[in-house]
């Protein structure tokens, strides 16, 4: 029913990462947090490594400072969780290699769906539900004996398609 507070967010190494699958829920994108080095952007995020030698360990509200996952995770802030492999791009002259996302194989996609429906269902993104079901159609209305009405009557409705000649 209710959680202790947090001592804050736990502090990811990507470097221990490099190679690792990992599933990330982006909570935000945090402008402006002073840093021995000025201030700087990073993401908030809740970061699941699902193997490698790190595999099973969680990150939960800890901020990524490497600019290549900042940009490939800025669009999913608050929506479905990103999968990908911790890899590193090609350095720019003078630069260490950007960390970046690898996409994910269809090996790598079932492996992170059997993990997040190992999880407990309140962590777990709600279901859609099943549409509701057509309502019933109307009762067919009773048979009407034609001869006990007037030649008239039937005649008109013969008239108006409502009963078959």
Do not use: C
């Not at 402008?31 to 908030?44: F, R």
């Not at 669009?75 to 990908?84: D, F, K, M, R, Y």
């Not at 777990?124 to 209305?141: H, I, K, T």
């Amino acid at each position: 029913m209710f959680q202790q507070p947090s001592a804050g967010g736990e502090r990811v190494s990507i470097p221990d990462l490099l190679g690792s699958l990992v599933l990330i829920w982006v909570r935000e994108v945090r402008e402006g947090i002073a840093t021995p080095y000025g201030e700087k952007e990073a993401v908030a995020v809740d970061l699941h490594v699902l193997d490698g030698a790190h595999g099973g360990e969680k990150f939960e509200n800890s901020l990524i400072f490497q600019g290549g996952l900042i940009g490939s995770l800025r669009s999913a802030a608050g929506g479905e969780p990103v999968l990908g492999r911790i890899s590193q791009g090609t350095a720019k002259p003078g630069q260490s290699p950007p960390f970046i996302l690898l996409p994910y194989s269809e090996q790598d996609a079932a492996v992170a769906t059997g993990y997040i429906q190992r999880m407990p269902k309140s962590f777990q993104a709600p279901v859609a539900e099943a549409p509701a079901p057509a309502p019933a159609a109307p009762a067919a209305a009773p048979l009407v004996d034609l001869s006990a009405l007037p030649a008239e009557v039937v005649a008109l409705l013969k008239q108006s398609g409502a009963v078959s000649a």
